[in-house]
């Protein structure tokens, strides 16, 4: 069975550290990878999707399909990054069926 | 582009009684998602509707069930409530599903 984890229940950093919001995930063929961030007090949104390979808010991920992990990283942290981030993973063919991870609590610090 | 509809926001319901949720996506999306958010448990998939057909179904009891109209609204119903269903139903809506899903603000329901 598909399944996405996300070791860090919570990661606290400084503003101006780097970040990185690990992601694991097991399947055998070629998923569809995203974010998702949370804000407090906001719904759900994407956040990057692997396909695009884009940068937002100046968060990038790469898939690695050898480590299967799709890591997300930022260089410089700011406070208004604090949210909570959320790995999920669909098979195309499969209805579109999204496999979220627990999330991970990022706190910024002043 | 108005973004996807849940409603009501809030519910307030009995044990054994029975719920529907409803869910207007994105204009033009064909594709429903719903899922269930607990603390315990996460974010959990219910189902995915595609131009009326349930495509996908996840793990849950057969009490959860759900459609979507030709206007690819949806809605979302359990019958016989328990304690543990009380959550937040999500509601999520894409044209394509490997472009990602818009997800609504929920509907928190509290089973008393």
């Known amino acids: 069975a598909q399944r996405v984890t996300q070791p860090e229940k919570l990661l606290s950093v400084f503003k101006g550290a780097p970040v990185e919001l690990k992601c694991n995930y097991s399947?055998?063929?070629?998923?569809?990878l995203f974010w998702y961030v949370q804000y407090s007090r906001q719904r759900l949104q994407l956040l990057l999707r692997?396909?695009s390979r884009e940068s937002i808010k100046g968060f990038t991920a790469d898939l690695n399909k050898g480590e299967t992990s799709f890591h997300l990283k930022k260089p410089f942290a700011q406070e208004e990054d604090s949210a909570m981030y959320y790995c999920?993973?669909?098979?195309?063919?499969?209805?579109?069926?999204?496999?979220f991870g627990q999330g991970t609590e990022l706190s910024v610090k002043p | 582009k108005a973004g996807v509809t849940q409603t009501p926001r809030y519910l307030i319901k009995t044990r054994g009684q029975q719920v529907t949720l409803s869910c207007s996506p994105i204009?033009?999306?064909?594709?429903v998602s719903w899922y269930q958010q607990t603390p315990g448990q996460g974010l959990q998939f219910l189902f995915e509707?595609?131009?009326?057909?349930?495509?996908n179904k996840g793990n849950f009891p057969g009490r959860f069930s759900g459609r979507q109209f030709s206007n690819s609204r949806s809605e979302m119903n359990v019958s016989t409530l328990e304690l543990g269903d009380s959550a937040l139903y999500l509601c999520?809506?894409?044209?394509?599903?490997?472009?990602?899903?818009?997800f609504g603000s929920g509907t928190r329901l509290t089973v008393v």
């Open positions: 399947y055998s063929g070629s998923p569809e």
């Open positions: 692997h396909i």
């Open positions: 999520a809506s894409a044209d394509r599903g490997d472009y990602g899903y818009t």
């Open positions: 509707y595609f131009s009326e057909t349930q495509r």
């Open positions: 204009s033009g999306h064909r594709s």
């Open positions: 999920a993973l669909t098979i195309y063919n499969q209805g579109g069926k999204l496999i």
